[in-house]
């Protein structure tokens, strides 16, 4: 592993200051960047510390909604009283990633913000990820990678609570050189057609400071499902974030987005359009289920994770129909 240095400031104006160096890297929990940079695949100067920063480790009550610190563990989102109740969508996504002792050391900041796990990447190749020239998964040991979105770089984007904050409607909050500013969740993750060698539009010395959940209509009730190859700790063969308004069995609000299956959380506009309007039915959660993954693209290997993306998409609307006593 290359020196670096280590810096752990107490103010977000030295924490700016110290991450304007263009080799700098935030550190939340480490349980990404770390391993990272033992593999030689990032090779910062210096690691910033983000832990002693005031007032990121904290879940407020906003507007009928509720603002997380980046700092926030994923042991804490999962357990909280105030998400598990108005959120519970999130704390499931937050319960599905890796394993305890990683949710107890790794942040909702460094969640969003991990690299992907692509073993051609992983793995030290030359790949387009990496700043080379080629995906060597095109025809190659593609089973875990995208069937959307994919062209010409097929990651998958590994985190859990990204699809859930879409589907959640919420907004995140960067800090960097030049001060504040909010994007939509939905915007956060930039796509393989943007950038073949990031996943999100922090531009240098930016972090990610809080979570903005807006208060959900009356009716909201939402639930995330997830498919791995084992029981637990492992990322998402593909998963499913599906928040609904029903007033009644009618569908009046859905946002339905994808984990596991594209480079970015997928969202699908033309399942939500399915079930906007229409009574919650097996009829329904199967048409809007066969509309999420409209336009997929499997490779050699990956063709499964269409039929796996339906069924979760439909088991989940099941789950949320009124007589379930999801919410
Ligand atoms: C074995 C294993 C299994 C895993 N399984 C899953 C899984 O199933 N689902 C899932 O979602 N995740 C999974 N993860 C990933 C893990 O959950 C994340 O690594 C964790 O949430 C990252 O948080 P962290 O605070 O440790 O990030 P760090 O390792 O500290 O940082 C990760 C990246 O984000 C940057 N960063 C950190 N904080 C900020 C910030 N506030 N603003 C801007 N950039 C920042 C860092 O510079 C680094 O590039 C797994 C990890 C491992 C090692």
Same mark, same amino acid.
């Given at each position: 592993?290359?020196?670096?240095?280590?810096?752990?400031?107490?103010?977000?104006?030295?924490?700016?200051?110290?991450?304007?160096?263009?080799?700098?890297?935030?550190?939340?929990?480490?349980?990404?960047?770390?391993?990272?940079?033992?593999?030689?695949?990032?090779?910062?100067?210096?690691?910033?510390?983000?832990?002693?920063?005031?007032?990121?480790?904290?879940?407020?009550?906003?507007?009928?909604?509720?603002?997380?610190?980046?700092?926030?563990?994923?042991?804490?989102?999962?357990?909280?009283?105030?998400?598990?109740?108005?959120?519970?969508?999130?704390?499931?996504?937050?319960?599905?990633?890796?394993?305890?002792?990683?949710?107890?050391?790794?942040?909702?900041?460094?969640?969003?913000?991990?690299?992907?796990?692509?073993?051609?990447?992983?793995?030290?190749?030359?790949?387009?990820?990496?700043?080379?020239?080629?995906?060597?998964?095109?025809?190659?040991?593609?089973?875990?990678?995208?069937?959307?979105?994919?062209?010409?770089?097929?990651?998958?984007?590994?985190?859990?609570?990204?699809?859930?904050?879409?589907?959640?409607?919420?907004?995140?909050?960067?800090?960097?050189?030049?001060?504040?500013?909010?994007?939509?969740?939905?915007?956060?993750?930039?796509?393989?057609?943007?950038?073949?060698?990031?996943?999100?539009?922090?531009?240098?010395?930016?972090?990610?400071?809080?979570?903005?959940?807006?208060?959900?209509?009356?009716?909201?009730?939402?639930?995330?499902?997830?498919?791995?190859?084992?029981?637990?700790?492992?990322?998402?063969? &593909?998963? %499913?974030? #599906?928040? !609904?308004?029903?007033?009644?069995?009618?569908?009046?609000? =859905? @946002?339905? $987005?994808? /984990?596991?299956?594209?480079?970015?959380?997928?969202?699908?506009?033309?399942?939500?359009? &399915?079930? %906007?309007? #229409?009574? !919650?039915?097996?009829?329904?959660?199967?048409?809007?289920? =066969? @509309?999420? $993954?409209? /336009?997929?693209?499997?490779?050699?290997?990956?063709?499964?994770?269409?039929?796996?993306?339906?069924?979760?998409?439909?088991?989940?609307?099941?789950?949320?129909?009124?007589?379930?006593?999801?919410?």
């Amino acid at each position: 592993m290359r020196p670096f240095d280590y810096a752990a400031p107490a103010t977000m104006t030295e924490a700016t200051q110290l991450l304007r160096d263009v080799a700098a890297a935030p550190l939340g929990g480490g349980t990404d960047l770390l391993p990272l940079m033992k593999d030689g695949l990032v090779e910062p100067s210096r690691l910033v510390d983000l832990r002693r920063l005031p007032g990121l480790e904290s879940i407020e009550p906003v507007a009928g909604g509720l603002r997380l610190g980046a700092l926030v563990t994923l042991d804490r989102i999962e357990s909280d009283d105030a998400i598990r109740t108005g959120f519970r969508l999130l704390a499931e996504a937050a319960s599905a990633a890796s394993s305890p002792q990683l949710r107890n050391m790794g942040t909702l900041g460094g969640n969003l913000c991990q690299r992907p796990r692509c073993w051609y990447f992983r793995g030290g190749y030359r790949c387009f990820r990496a700043g080379g020239d080629a995906c060597y998964a095109v025809g190659g040991e593609n089973e875990y990678l995208a069937i959307l979105g994919g062209d010409p770089c097929y990651i998958v984007h590994p985190s859990d609570v990204g699809p859930a904050l879409i589907a959640l409607d919420a907004q995140i909050a960067l800090q960097g050189p030049d001060g504040r500013r909010f994007v939509q969740a939905e915007d956060f993750f930039v796509g393989v057609k943007e950038s073949l060698t990031r996943e999100t539009v922090l531009e240098p010395g930016e972090i990610v400071t809080h979570v903005e959940l807006p208060a959900q209509p009356s009716g909201a009730r939402g639930t995330y499902l997830k498919a791995m190859d084992r029981g637990a700790w492992s990322f998402a063969l &593909a998963a %499913v974030a #599906a928040q !609904l308004a029903l007033d009644g069995g009618i569908v009046r609000d =859905a @946002r339905i $987005v994808l /984990g596991g299956v594209a480079p970015t959380p997928w969202r699908c506009p033309a399942a939500e359009q &399915a079930l %906007v309007g #229409a009574t !919650l039915s097996g009829t329904t959660a199967a048409l809007a289920a =066969a @509309r999420a $993954v409209e /336009g997929a693209q499997p490779m050699s290997r990956n063709a499964y994770k269409v039929d796996l993306a339906r069924g979760l998409v439909e088991r989940a609307l099941a789950r949320l129909m009124p007589d379930r006593g999801s919410g």
